[in-house]
Nanobody, 121 residues
């Protein structure tokens, strides 16, 4: 069984920074793409950033130049460094891992529990 555990959310003033982490636990051989999504109240969940197994990254236009996604394959962890935060970044942030190869076979579409990020003006 694989679990994704997120950490790093919190309350920050506009212009501040936060770093989110999402670690997968279990007997894991490899992980495919890793993503960060967010969902603000009353809005649909949106893709914020993605990183492939090879390290290629993509970002939503709204966060380009401010957020950086990275991964540590040895730790089965994905990070989201968020700088120059704005009130409109306020949301619950979720990590997603596309394909996790485990000792019991592949697991697709695993989600973290979500972590709240609140940016005050």
């Amino acid at each position: 069984q694989v679990q994704l555990v997120e950490s790093g959310g919190g309350l920050v003033q506009a212009g501040g920074s936060l770093r989110l982490s999402c670690a997968a636990s279990g007997i894991i051989f490899s992980i495919g793409a890793m993503d960060w999504y967010r969902q603000a109240p009353g809005k649909q969940r949106e893709l914020v950033a993605s990183i492939t197994s090879g390290g290629s990254t993509t970002y939503a236009d709204s966060v380009k130049g401010r957020f950086t996604i990275s991964r540590d394959n040895a730790k089965n962890t994905v990070y989201l460094q968020m700088n120059s935060l704005k009130p409109e970044d306020t949301a619950v942030y979720y990590c997603n891992m596309d394909r996790i190869a485990t000792n019991k076979g592949p697991i697709f579409g695993s989600w973290g529990q979500g972590t709240q990020v609140t940016v005050s003006s």
